[in-house]
């Protein structure tokens, strides 16, 4: 393995990498044990929908030499229907408060999709990934945020590890149950960091 270099995506190259990444890691390319003990991904994309979202914020990607291992996609407002399976969780933020106010008056940027490679998993690259994600939004947002299928425990848990905290549980109508998550950037001892704000039922 070269030095693991954390960076935005900028090329056609970068986003190519990130759909094979992608690919990789669907359920229907995974099997029951591998999606039980290594998580999967939900949403896909393509080409034309990365080229947009990253014309608005760049991803985050890990590469060893030339091959993306990890990215950390980039997600604003301006790009939720592009991506319809993400569209409740925007609509939903419409609706839930942090600290004092909605969410979707606030700054924010969404964690569209995170994912690290077979064979780098467990050395440290999703947590050198979302640090470096924090050194680069953060100037601009103050925090980021994501849902999570509760079908995919591993990266519920590595989530919480990095630094953020669930605040809402809400199911869709296909009967799916998500977690939303915060990482809250703009003062390191969030108020209520253990607490669940405005549980949803599920």
């Known amino acids: 393995m070269n030095r693991v270099e954390y960076a935005r995506a900028y090329g056609i190259k970068d986003l190519q990498g990130i759909l094979d990444l992608q690919q990789a890691n669907l359920p229907f390319n995974l099997n029951r044990s591998e999606i039980e003990s290594q998580g999967f991904v939900t949403a896909i994309h393509n080409l034309d929908i ?4 990253n014309a608005i914020e760049p991803h985050v990607i890990a590469k060893d030499g030339s ?3 990890a990215y950390l996609l980039c997600m604003t407002r301006e790009s ?8 409740p969780m925007f609509k939903t933020l419409e609706e839930i408060e942090f600290h004092g106010k909605k969410i979707a008056a606030q700054s924010f940027i969404a964690v569209g999709q995170a994912c690290v490679g077979k064979g780098y998993r467990g050395i440290g690259i999703f947590d050198e990934c979302y640090a470096y994600y924090r050194e680069q939004l953060s100037p601009k947002y103050a925090f980021a945020i994501t849902e999570i299928d509760y079908a995919n425990p591993r990266s519920i848990k590595a989530h919480l590890r990095v630094g953020f905290q669930e605040i809402f549980r809400y ?13 809250y950037w703009k003062n390191e001892s969030c108020p209520g960091k253990d607490e669940v704000i405005s549980p949803g039922s599920i």
């Open 67 to 69: 091959r993306v291992i």
């Open 50 to 53: 990365l080229q947009r979202m």
């Open 171 to 183: 199911q869709t109508a296909e009967q799916t149950d998500w977690s939303i998550v915060l990482w």
């Open 80 to 87: 939720c229907k592009d991506v319809p399976v993400l569209e």
